[in-house]
């Protein structure tokens, strides 16, 4: 089984959180169960559960904006669970709180979604949304990318910047569907 990565120390200057507040543990950062990419696939396999990816924007969105982004994973999370009705449903994003992952694990609750982050370490440097599972991989935001491709069956980008064009490669190069809002 793998081990955890080793965890970064937080940037003491960042403006974004207190030093004192950030947590160096993973188990410090979330009440999720935290799992490897192996134990993850696994648990995936076990249940037969469709996971549905989301990646996008992770700043804070216009209210505006956040009303299309809203519409758009609606539809999105609302086929997948048509889609699949007698399977488990997952959300899997990059854990963060802001932007559109905080808005698609919102809105995984209420439709009763399993949430999934997958992500790097630096991620403690932000906002942790709630979820049920976290598989930390990478130190750096984007390592994650591969881990995060190779559990999805779908991948929904909504905007986004390099992050988001990192995970659409590689849902490119194994074949993923991929469904882009723009």
């Known amino acids: 089984m793998e081990s955890p990565p080793s965890l970064p120390t937080p940037d003491p200057k960042c403006p974004s ?6 947590p160096t543990t993973w188990p410090e950062a979330t009440s999720a169960l935290i799992q490897t990419s192996s134990s993850i696939l696994e648990e995936k396999r076990a ?3 469709f996971c549905l990816g989301i990646s996008g924007f992770s700043r804070p ?5 956040e009303a299309k982004v809203r519409r ?3 539809v999105s999370m609302d086929e997948a669970l048509r889609q699949h009705p007698r399977d488990p449903v997952w959300l899997v994003s990059d854990a963060t709180e802001q932007g559109v992952a905080g808005i698609a694990y919102a809105m995984a609750r209420e439709r009763g979604m399993v949430r999934v982050g997958i992500t790097a370490d630096e991620a403690m ?3 942790i949304a709630e979820q049920d599972h976290i598989v930390p991989c990478g130190a750096k935001l984007g390592d994650e990318a591969e881990t995060l491709v190779g559990v999805i069956d779908r991948l929904v980008v909504v905007g986004g910047g ?5 995970v ?12 882009l809002v723009r």
């Open 61 to 65: 969105l216009h209210p505006s904006e």
């Open 72 to 74: 758009a994973l609606s």
């Open 162 to 166: 390099p992050g988001s064009e990192g």
């Open 17 to 22: 959180r207190c030093a004192s507040r950030w």
């Open 47 to 49: 249940s037969g559960s």
């Open 125 to 127: 440097t932000h906002d």
């Open 168 to 179: 659409v490669r590689c849902a490119c190069d194994e074949g993923k569907e991929i469904v």
